[in-house]
């Protein structure tokens, strides 16, 4: 496992966040920092990604930033060229991976069955992204299907909440968790950062009552 992946595993919890406009990128950081996760998977789901990821690598150099959503080999060098540390995608596209993972860059895909984790170790990756994991079967799924593939752990995504948090890093399988519960649109949009950072302290309490 790379340092990257390392890293991601010892903040525990990854907020997953979409920014609409690039303004907020810089609040959003800090509080998310000041809460004591100093990590996020910005969507390339808006048009403000790419500044936004551009905007929290520049003011603050210690936010381990990475990509998220990224479904093409452009929004790939857009993201990587804007100071993205890591590449997070939905399902597992054979030509963006294979790219990410030419490159150097680290990729984790997003994978629902095990035929797609074989494709996942087929290019030499460790960690993949299990999404949309509750809807998908949640933890009882990843246990089932980590089973018969030992050296593989997951990063799952998709119903992930302060409630069942706990269980889920509490599996040894589970590298870090993707969430949005303290990065909620609703409180972006009012510029409630405050809001963000207290629920970010709790996510990342949580995080240090599990794994110390």
């Given at each position: ?38 990590c996020?998977?910005v969507?390339?789901?808006t ?6 990821i ?107 909440n ?5 269980d ?18 609703d409180l ?8 963000i ?13 599990i794994?110390?």
């Amino acid at each position: 496992m790379n340092d990257t992946l390392k890293q991601i595993g010892a903040t525990g919890i990854v907020p997953v966040v979409v920014l609409n406009k690039v303004s907020d990128a810089e609040p959003l950081a800090e509080a998310l920092i000041k809460g004591g996760l100093p990590c996020a998977e910005v969507t390339f789901r808006t048009d403000a990604a790419e500044e936004s990821i551009r905007a929290i690598s520049k003011k603050f150099p210690e936010m381990f930033v990475g990509a998220g959503t990224v479904l093409t080999i452009d929004q790939v060098d857009r993201a990587i060229g804007a100071g993205a540390k890591f590449i997070v995608s939905p399902g597992l596209n054979p030509k963006v991976v294979d790219y990410c993972v030419k490159k150097g860059y680290p990729i984790t895909p997003g994978i629902m069955t095990p035929s797609e984790l074989e494709a996942a170790l087929g290019f030499g990756l460790d960690v993949v992204k299990f999404f949309p994991a509750e809807n998908a079967g949640g933890l009882k799924m990843i246990k089932a299907m980590s089973a018969p593939y030992t050296m593989m752990k997951f990063m799952p995504t998709g119903g992930i909440n302060a409630t069942n948090v706990r269980d889920y890093l509490a599996c040894d399988k589970i590298l870090a968790c993707g969430g949005s519960w303290m990065v909620k649109g609703d409180l972006i949009n009012a510029g409630n950062f405050a809001e963000i950072e207290k629920l970010t302290r709790e996510a990342a309490a949580i995080v240090k009552e599990i794994r110390g």
